[in-house]
């Protein structure tokens, strides 16, 4: 068996890109050539993770961050919380600018790319690269993992006249009114003038409006007392939470996957760094097998990390079908209620047994035969009038 001396890496996203900074870091010897439709790796977003949520040695991916923090908040009608741990984020523009100064020449933009097989692809120029091992990482495979929910959100970068006041990020600031379903602002501080706000939905359907949305965010500016800002950029977003029976990626023989096209993210946070981080390092430790080999067991990783996420897509189901959309802010506010490390578990995907049972625990914050029901019966297509 011959083991893989070269890899074509199609999108630029982070799961790739990730996955192509730490093989040309850790195993130069494999040939990387990263290929991104785009101007630019990475695209428009901002990625963000809790210490917690790796294990092992992760202070290559530390580096890579704009800005972390000692800690976040949240806030419902009924209290405030602070919750301890090193917070992340990572800007696209500053993920794009360091990769390329390790990447190089390895990578290119503004590549399209029209067909994706095994070992090659074809470029919308007709030109065909050959490669041991090929990597889809393009973003949604198919109809969003349907049947599912979304969490939508549009925020803007803003620069405060005066200092704003923010020591460390507002996860969930869910005192505003409960608009489209599950509603909070989202506020991280990169500087002591500078902000990300976002507004985000937890919704039952994907229509998303910026316009409207910017409103809001502008809204809650003022009410809060930012004082007068500059708006020097946005982003605009809308992920896929699947619920019970949604079904999972179907894969390519030989071909790979990775990132949101291979269904490693979390199911009820939207969160792909994590999972992002992890493929790059899976594929660090066994890239020195066959490409066929090499294949298979990405396969059979993706789906169990698909399995391992039924607990949560039966929480997705609770939360959408059992708690009328007005009334889903109870069910967070009661989440946040937990202990820290469950808390923490639940964003790094490594609950127990038992932190199943504690999670189901106590006074339901939805009706009990809706909740069973929501939590027990798979949903259909034609359930969610898909």
Request: hydrophobic share 40%; glycine share 8%; proline share 5%.
């Amino acid at each position: 068996m011959q083991q893989v001396r070269s890899i074509l890496m199609v999108g630029g996203g982070l799961a790739n890109g990730l996955a192509a900074l730490r093989l040309t870091t850790q195993r130069p010897e494999v040939q990387v050539r990263l290929l991104e439709a785009g101007p630019q790796l990475g695209g428009e977003h901002t990625w963000c993770w809790h210490d917690s949520d790796l294990a092992g040695e992760t202070s290559w991916l530390t580096q890579l961050a704009s800005a972390s923090w000692d800690g976040y908040d949240v806030r419902f009608p009924e209290y405030q919380r602070t919750l301890s741990g090193r917070y992340h984020a990572l800007r696209s523009s500053d993920f794009h600018r360091q990769l390329m100064e390790v990447l190089g020449d390895r990578v290119q933009t503004s590549t399209a790319v029209t067909e994706v097989h095994a070992k090659h692809v074809v470029l919308d120029s007709g030109e065909q690269l050959q490669a041991d091992c090929v990597i889809d990482g393009r973003g949604l495979f198919d109809a969003n993992f349907a049947p599912c929910a979304y969490q939508k959100f549009h925020g803007l970068f803003v620069t405060t006249a005066a200092p704003h006041g923010l020591t460390r990020p507002l996860l969930m600031d869910a005192t505003v009114s409960q608009l489209d379903g599950y509603r909070f602002l989202y506020l991280l501080p990169w500087s002591d003038r500078e902000l990300l706000v976002e507004d985000t939905r937890y919704s039952d359907n994907p229509d998303l409006d910026p316009a409207e949305l910017r409103a809001e965010i502008v809204a809650y500016l003022a009410r809060a007392g930012f004082g007068s800002y500059e708006i020097t950029g946005d982003e605009s977003g809308c992920l896929p939470l699947p619920l019970y029976g949604a079904r999972s990626p179907q894969f390519k023989d030989g071909l790979l996957y990775a990132g949101m096209r291979a269904g490693l993210f979390h199911p009820t946070t939207g969160y792909s760094m994590p999972d992002a981080a992890r493929f790059a390092n899976w594929l660090v430790s066994n890239s020195d097998r066959g490409s066929a080999a090499l294949a298979r067991a990405a396969s059979k990783r993706a789906r169990s990390v698909w399995r391992r996420g039924d607990f949560c897509r039966r929480l997705n189901s609770m939360f959408f079908k059992a708690a009328a959309p007005t009334e889903r802010r109870h069910v967070m506010a009661r989440f946040y209620e937990r202990d820290p490390q469950l808390i923490a578990r639940f964003y790094s995907g490594s609950l127990s047994f038992f932190d199943c049972l504690r999670l189901l625990s106590g006074p339901p914050p939805v009706p009990v035969a809706d909740g069973a029901r929501a939590f027990f019966l798979k949903t259909t297509n034609t359930e969610r009038g898909l």
